[in-house]
C-alpha cells in the first residue's frame, strides 16, 4: 500500500505548486494518495482534496475579517488529520495559515512528520519565527539558496529545491513576440483586494504617461474573469471606458514579452518580468493596519523579489503611500526614454534569474520529501 500525504495548499500559486509536487511524488512514490486542502488543479489529481484556495486572503485586517472561516478551516484539517493518520503532513506555502496549522497538527498526532514546500520570507519580516519553526516543522524546501543558512543555524533541516517558475514559464516564453515600443503593461495582481488598492493608482499613472506622450497605450492582464470585471468595474468609476486600458485573461506571460515596461504588483508577478526581460516598477499597497505593523518587522530594505535577490534596487518600488501615479509615471518614461536606464535594469534581471539556478523544482523537491519517507522509488 502506498504512502498517504496530508497536502494544504491555501491559494491559488500555492493550488499550481501543490499540483505540480504531486505529480512529481506519483512517480517518486506509486501508489500515493492525497487527502487535503487546496485548489481546482490539485483537486483534478486528487479527489480528496477540499477545493478552499478561492478564500486567499492579504494581511492582518483581512485575516482579522474572516477569523471564523479560518478557525473552523483549521478545526475541520486537524480532525482530518487525526481520522486519516497520514504518513506527513505537507504545506505549501501560506505560512500564516500553514505554520499554524502544523505546528497544531504536530501536538495532536504523535509521530507526524511535517514538511513545508516555499519557505516563509522570514529573512524578511521576523527571523525571530525560525527557531519556533524549528520545532514543528521537520523539513523546510527552500526556493532561495540563501536562505538555507538561516535554518541550519536554527537546527532546521534544509533543502533548497530552486524555482518552481524557471519550469513554468519556460513553457509560456514565445519567441514569435515583438516588443512594442509603445505598450505598457499593468499588471496589478491575482488577488481582489490586491486590485482594489494597487489598479486605480496604475491607472491614474497610465493617464499621466498619456498626458506625456499620446502615442502610449496601455495593456491590463487578469488572472480570472471575476478579476478582470473587477478591473473593468474600477476603469468605468475613474471615468474611463474599455479602449482606454483593454483587459485581457491569463495573458500576463504574453503581455510581459510584448510591453516596452510595466507597472507590477510586488510579489510572484516581479519575478515572471524579470524572467521575460521586462523593464518594470514595482507597486504595493495594503490595509492600513497591516503596514503599520509591517513597517515594525520589515528586516530587509525593498519589498520585491528581483530586488531582494540582486541585493539593490533594481527596479523602483512605489509602496503604500510613496505610490504616487505621478512619481510612477516618472520612472516609466524614464526607462522608455534613457537608454541606459533601460539596459541597466535588463542586465540586472539577466543576473537574478541566473541565480535561481536550473529548473527542476518540483522534481528535487519530491526527491527530498520521498527521501525523508523512505518511501522512494528510484529516479534519476
Known amino acids: 500500500m502506498g504512502s498517504k500525504l496530508y497536502i494544504v495548499a491555501g491559494e491559488a500559486s500555492g493550488d499550481s505548486r501543490g499540483a505540480e509536487l504531486m505529480r512529481e511524488l506519483q512517480i517518486r512514490m506509486p501508489g500515493v494518495t492525497f487527502p487535503g486542502a487546496g485548489g481546482r488543479e490539485m483537486k483534478a489529481i486528487s479527489p480528496g482534496i477540499e477545493d478552499w484556495a478561492g478564500e486567499a486572503v492579504v494581511g492582518l485586517w483581512d485575516v482579522l475579517k474572516k477569523y471564523g472561516y479560518f478557525r473552523a478551516q483549521m478545526r475541520r484539517m486537524l480532525d482530518d488529520i487525526a481520522r486519516e493518520k497520514p504518513d506527513a503532513l505537507i504545506t505549501v506555502d501560506y505560512p500564516g495559515f500553514n505554520m499554524r496549522l502544523a505546528k497544531a497538527a504536530k501536538a495532536r498526532v504523535p509521530g507526524l512528520r511535517t514538511i513545508h514546500y516555499v519557505s516563509p520570507q522570514v529573512w524578511a519580516w521576523h527571523r525571530g519565527r525560525i527557531p519556533k519553526m524549528a520545532r514543528f516543522i521537520d523539513l523546510m524546501l527552500c526556493l532561495f539558496p540563501f536562505e538555507l543558512p538561516l535554518y541550519k543555524d536554527a537546527g532546521l533541516p534544509a533543502v533548497c529545491v530552486g524555482h518552481p517558475l524557471l519550469d513554468t514559464l519556460a513553457e509560456k516564453r514565445d519567441p514569435s513576440l515583438v516588443r512594442d515600443s509603445g505598450l505598457i503593461a499593468l ?11 494597487i489598479f486605480p493608482v496604475m491607472l491614474d499613472a497610465a493617464v499621466h504617461l498619456r498626458m506625456s506622450d499620446p502615442r502610449l497605450r496601455f495593456e491590463a492582464a487578469a488572472a480570472s474573469e471575476e478579476l478582470a470585471a473587477e478591473m473593468s468595474g474600477l476603469m468605468t468609476a475613474g471615468g474611463m471606458d474599455s479602449s482606454f486600458c483593454p483587459i485581457t485573461i491569463h495573458t500576463a506571460g504574453s503581455l510581459m514579452q510584448r510591453a516596452a515596461a510595466g507597472m507590477v504588483c510586488s510579489g510572484t508577478a516581479t519575478l515572471e518580468a524579470t524572467y521575460f526581460g521586462q523593464p518594470m516598477v514595482i507597486l504595493y499597497k495594503v ?8 513597517k515594525q518587522l520589515m528586516r530587509i530594505p525593498w519589498l520585491g523579489l528581483p530586488n531582494v535577490l540582486a541585493g539593490r534596487e533594481i527596479a523602483r518600488e512605489f509602496i503604500q503611500e510613496k505610490a504616487d501615479p505621478g512619481d510612477i509615471a516618472t520612472e516609466l518614461l524614464r526607462l522608455l526614454t534613457e537608454p541606459g536606464a533601460r539596459e541597466a535594469q535588463l542586465a540586472s534581471q539577466r543576473e537574478v534569474i541566473a541565480s535561481l539556478g536550473d529548473p527542476g523544482a518540483a522534481r528535487r523537491a519530491a526527491g527530498a520529501i520521498a527521501g525523508v519517507l523512505g518511501d522512494a522509488k528510484r529516479v534519476p
Open 187 to 197: 499588471l496589478p495582481g491575482s488577488r481582489a483586494k490586491e486590485i482594489r488598492r
Open 287 to 294: 490595509a492600513w493596519l497591516t503596514s503599520i505593523i509591517g
